[in-house]
C-alpha cells in the first residue's frame, strides 16, 4: 500500500512541478496546489499506513492509527489554505494591474 | 520562572492583534508600537543576561514531558538572536512613520510588523522541527503582507516570485519532514539528534540532511538557490527592505546553523566540505552581482548574499574557531544589514532617485548621511576597528587551521569587491560636483539618522568591545560542537 501511495504522491508531485514551469499564472498557482497535495499525502504514508482504529480512544481497542502525521497534515493543510488564497488574490491584483497573466511579460527592467 | 522563555514570541503577538485593532488611530498606533519595542527589547536583554548566567531556560509547554510535547528553548545562542532582533526592530519601528506614507502605516503595517518578529522569534526559539515549519510560515505570511504593502506594479510582479519560490521550498520542507518521520520517529530535535547518533547517521539520514540543507538554503540565498532575492527585498518600503535583509535570510542560516550542528554532524565530509564549495561559489556570485548594477538598493541586496556565505563558510569548516567566526558574523550582519538597507532608503529618499548615475555631490547637503554610509561600508567589509572585521578574522583563522586555503582566498578577495562595491556608492553618490537633477532644497534628514545612528552604535560596540563579547560567542561555539549538551538539557534522563 505503501509503495501505492509513494507512487501517486511522486506523479502529484511530478505535475505539480510541470505546472509550476508553466507561463501561465494561474497554471502554476493550481501546480503549488498539487504539490502540496502531494506533500500531505506523502506524510500520511511515511507514517505507515498499518491497519488500525481511528485515533479516538475506545474502551477494548489496543491498535490505532498515528496520529502525530495527521495532526502535522492539518496543520500544513490550513497554512497552504492561507497562502494559496492569498496567492490567488495575488495573482488576481497582479494580472488586473499589469494588464498581463504570462509570467514572461512580467520580467523587471533594470531602472524604472 | 521557565514561562519566562515564551514571552519573546508572545508579547510581539499579543501587540500585532491589539495594534490591528486600532489601525484607523495612527498616532496613537505609533507610540504604542514603540513602547512596545523598547520596553520589550529591554526584557529581552534581561533574559538575555538571565540565559547568560544560569544557563538556558527550557519550557515544556502544557507541562508534557519533552519528546512529547512542543518545547521552547531559550539557550544562549536563540537568546543572541532575539535580542539581536529585537535591536533590529526598535530602529525600524522609529524609521517607519518618516518612510511610510500615512495610507500604508493604516492598511496594518504595524500588525504585520509585530507578527513577523513573532515568527523570527519563534523560528530562533523553537526546539522542534515541526514548529519551525510553523513559524516559518508565520514570518513568511507577515512578509507576503509586508511586500505587497503600498500595492505598486512593481510591487505585486516581484511578490508573485517570492511568494511562489516560498511556498514550493515549504512544500519541501513538509516533505522532508514526512522523511525524517518515517526514519526516526520524532520531531522533537533533540530526540531526532539522539536517535541519528544511534544510527550513526546511516545514508539515508544524511540524503534527509541535504535535502533540509536545500529547504534552508532556499530561505538563506545560498548558491544556486539565490536568483530569487535581489529584486523582491528592494521593491517595497525602505524599512521592510530593511526587516527583510536583517532577519529573513538570516532565520534559514540559522536552521543551518542548528541542524548541522545539533542533528547532522556524522558524515561532515560529504555535507561539510559540499558547504564549504558552495560558500565559495554563494561568495563569488554575490559581489559579481553587486559589482554589476547601479541601483543602490540592488547593489546592498546583492551583499546579502556573500555575507550568507562567510556564514556558511564557517559551518561548513566545522571546528570551534569557524563557529564561534559565524555567530559573530551573524549578529554583526544583522544589525549592518538593517541599517545599510535603512541608509540606502534615506539616501534613495533625499537623492529622488536610487540610480547612482544620476547623483552626485550629495556630501554637500547630507553629510552625516554620507559618513554613516562610509562608516557601515567598512563596517560591512571588515575594516578591523568594526565588528565586520573580528567574525571574518575568526572564519579565515578557522579556514587557515583547516588547511583549506582556497576558500581563505575566496574570502579575502570577496572583502575586497563588497568593499569596492560599497565605496563607489559613496564615490559616485557623495563626491564629486552637485548634481542638478537633486531637488534644490534640501530634506531634513534627522528623523532619518537617528534610527540608522542607534544601529551604527551597536556595530561599533560589537568591534571595539570584542574583548567582552568574544569569550561568551566562544563559550557558544563551544556549547554548539557539543551537541550532546543540547541533547541532555532536554532529555533528563
Redesign the interface.
Given at each position: 500500500m505503501e509503495i501505492i501511495m509513494s507512487v501517486l504522491a511522486g506523479i502529484l508531485f511530478a505535475t505539480g512541478i510541470y505546472n509550476?514551469l508553466q507561463k501561465q499564472?494561474l497554471r502554476?498557482i493550481i501546480g503549488?496546489a498539487l504539490?502540496?497535495h502531494?506533500?500531505?499525502l506523502?506524510?500520511l504514508?511515511?507514517?505507515?499506513l498499518k491497519r488500525g482504529a481511528p485515533p479516538i480512544l475506545t474502551e477494548g481497542i489496543e491498535d490505532y492509527a498515528d496520529p502525530?502525521?495527521q495532526a502535522?497534515i492539518l496543520?500544513?493543510i490550513v497554512?497552504?489554505f492561507?497562502?494559496?488564497s492569498?496567492?490567488l488574490v495575488?495573482?488576481y491584483?497582479?494580472s488586473r494591474?499589469?494588464g498581463t497573466d504570462n509570467m514572461e511579460e512580467?520580467r523587471?527592467n533594470?531602472?524604472? | 520562572m521557565s514561562n519566562l522563555a515564551i514571552l519573546p514570541i508572545l508579547i510581539p503577538f499579543i501587540a500585532g492583534i491589539l495594534l490591528a485593532f486600532l489601525n484607523k488611530h495612527i498616532p496613537l498606533v505609533r507610540s504604542l508600537a514603540k513602547i512596545i519595542t523598547v520596553a520589550q527589547l529591554l526584557f529581552v536583554s534581561w533574559l538575555c543576561y538571565l540565559v547568560y548566567q544560569s544557563g538556558s531556560i527550557i519550557l515544556e509547554t502544557g507541562a508534557w514531558k519533552a519528546p512529547y510535547g512542543i518545547i521552547i528553548v531559550a539557550d544562549s545562542l536563540a537568546m543572541t538572536l532575539v535580542l539581536t532582533t529585537n535591536i533590529v526592530a526598535v530602529a525600524c519601528v522609529f524609521f517607519a512613520p518618516v518612510s511610510l506614507t500615512e495610507k500604508q502605516e493604516r492598511f496594518y503595517f504595524y500588525p504585520f510588523f509585530f507578527l513577523l518578529i513573532t515568527g523570527v522569534s519563534g523560528a530562533f526559539l523553537t526546539g522542534d522541527l515541526f514548529n519551525l515549519f510553523v513559524f516559518f510560515e508565520v514570518l513568511l505570511m507577515a512578509s507576503y503582507g509586508l511586500i505587497v504593502l503600498g500595492n505598486g506594479k512593481v510591487q505585486l510582479r516581484e511578490s508573485l516570485k517570492y511568494v511562489l519560490i516560498n511556498v514550493f521550498s515549504s512544500m519541501l520542507f513538509v516533505t522532508t519532514i514526512a522523511f525524517l518521520y518515517a526514519i526516526v520517529g520524532t520531531v522533537n530535535m533533540a530526540q531526532i539528534a539522539q536517535r541519528v547518533q544511534e544510527v550513526d547517521q546511516a545514508g539515508i539520514l544524511t540524503v534527509i540532511g541535504i535535502l533540509f540543507f536545500f529547504v534552508f538554503a532556499t530561505k538563506a540565498a545560498i548558491f544556486p538557490l539565490y536568483y530569487w532575492l535581489p529584486n523582491p527585498y528592494i521593491v517595497p518600503n525602505p524599512v521592510v527592505s530593511a526587516l527583510f535583509g536583517a532577519l529573513l535570510t538570516k532565520v534559514g542560516i540559522y536552521a543551518i546553523l542548528r541542524t548541522f550542528t545539533l542533528i547532522f554532524v556524522h558524515d561532515p565530509n560529504l555535507t561539510h566540505t559540499l558547504f564549504i564549495y558552495l560558500a565559495a561559489l554563494t561568495m563569488i556570485f554575490g559581489v559579481i552581482g553587486a559589482l554589476s548594477t547601479h541601483n543602490i538598493k540592488l547593489i546592498v541586496a546583492y551583499n546579502i548574499i556573500p555575507a550568507v556565505g562567510f556564514m556558511l563558510m564557517g559551518i561548513g569548516l566545522f571546528t570551534e574557531t569557524s563557529i564561534s567566526g559565524t555567530l559573530y558574523y551573524l549578529v554583526h550582519d544583522m544589525i549592518i544589514k538593517g541599517s545599510l538597507f535603512l541608509i540606502v532608503g534615506a539616501i534613495a529618499y533625499v537623492a529622488g532617485t536610487s540610480d547612482l548615475r544620476k547623483m552626485g555631490g550629495l556630501i554637500h547637503h547630507y553629510p552625516v548621511l554620507g559618513w554613516m554610509l562610509f562608516i557601515a561600508s567598512l563596517v560591512l567589509a571588515g575594516i578591523p576597528p568594526f565588528s565586520g572585521f573580528i567574525g571574518k578574522l575568526l572564519l579565515l583563522q578557522g579556514g587557515v587551521a583547516q588547511e583549506e586555503l582556497l576558500i581563505v582566498i575566496t574570502g579575502l578577495i570577496t572583502s575586497l569587491l563588497i568593499l569596492f562595491s560599497m565605496i563607489r556608492i559613496f564615490v559616485k553618490g557623495f563626491w564629486g560636483e552637485k548634481s542638478d537633477v537633486l531637488p534644490t532644497k534640501p530634506v531634513k534628514t534627522a528623523p532619518f539618522t537617528w534610527p540608522i545612528a542607534f544601529l551604527l552604535t551597536f556595530s561599533v560596540l560589537l568591534g571595539l568591545g570584542a574583548e567582552w563579547v568574544y569569550p561568551s560567542v566562544q563559550s557558544m561555539a563551544e556549547y554548539l560542537m557539543n551537541p550532546d549538551l543540547y541533547i541532555e538539557s532536554i532529555l533528563k534522563e
Open positions: 509550476i499564472m502554476i503549488t504539490v502540496s502531494g506533500a500531505h506523502f506524510i504514508t511515511m507514517a505507515g502525530l502525521p502535522l496543520t500544513s497554512i497552504s492561507g497562502v494559496t492569498l496567492l495575488l495573482a491584483r497582479a494591474i499589469t512580467l523587471g533594470e531602472h524604472e | -
